[in-house]
Nanobody, 122 residues
């Protein structure tokens, strides 16, 4: 499975961005998906996840209430809407396909996109 993430860029604190991740396979509908991020010098961390049907979502405390993960299975796409951006949201954001295990654990994901850079200025 190939994942193509886009939508990153430069935003001001308090602004919004919507990230998109398109999967190459129609079997996308069967995958649970996640978003992770990695800031310079830091480990990759969980941001949000969504089950294959969209019926359940999970968020890191750091983005809960400010971000929304969603998906459009007809378009093989998962989204991450981020609002009220903070400078500490600056990172490369990755989408990934979950194979099993904890939604918050990067080791539970088997396919990863190339990442899209989000920079938030104060």
């Amino acid at each position: 499975v190939q994942l193509q993430a886009c939508g990153g860029g430069l935003a001001q604190a308090g602004g919004s961005l919507r990230l998109s991740c398109v999967a190459s396979r129609r079997t996308f509908i069967t995958y649970d998906m996640g978003w992770f991020r990695q800031a310079p010098g830091k480990e990759r961390e969980f941001v949000a996840a969504i089950v294959w049907s969209g019926a359940r979502t999970y968020y890191a405390d750091s983005v809960k209430g400010r971000s929304t993960i969603s998906r459009d299975n007809a378009k093989n796409t998962v989204y991450l809407q981020m609002n009220s951006l903070k400078p500490e949201d600056t990172a490369v954001y990755y989408c990934a396909v979950r194979s099993g295990g904890s939604y918050q654990n990067p080791d539970a994901y088997v396919y990863w996109g190339q990442g899209t850079l989000v920079t938030v200025s104060s």
